[in-house]
């Protein structure tokens, strides 16, 4: 094969042919895009394809406990994630930064509140939103 160069079908970047018939260079994404050009395509024309396909995702709904099931399932764990990804539910915002007094260890805080007086929703992680609890938090100064 020559230096001859074909422009990709997805990123349309310049590369150089490997194969007579290359339409897609080697980059991740480009290669998903042939792949899933290729399964539109057999789907499309190829109706054996099509209904191992179709029997393959029933076979797949019936070990899962059908799709309720399924989607029961996808919607906690959302949620769960949703809550407890970084924690946000759980911390009271706003949120200052710790000052840590000198000679003091260094996970241990000023007499500073990290806790602002307000009203906050109080969720349990497993939880969904509409069970969420509103609460008022009131700082009461040292002294």
Known sequence: MGDEVFRCRHCQRLRLKRTAEQRYCSGEGCQKARKNAWRRTKLALDP???????????????????????????????????????????????????????????????????????????????AAKSDAIVVELSVVPDG
């Open 48 to 126: 054996d394809y099509r209904a191992n396909q179709r029997a393959s995702t029933k076979a797949w709904l019936a070990s899962q406990g059908g799709s309720g099931a399924y989607y029961r399932r996808y919607r906690k764990r959302r949620r769960q994630q949703a809550c407890c990804a970084d924690n946000a539910d759980h911390v009271a915002r706003p949120v200052r930064t710790p000052v840590v007094a000198a000679g003091a260890k260094s996970d241990a805080e000023s007499g500073q509140s990290r806790v602002t007086s307000g009203r906050y929703r109080l969720l349990r992680c497993d």
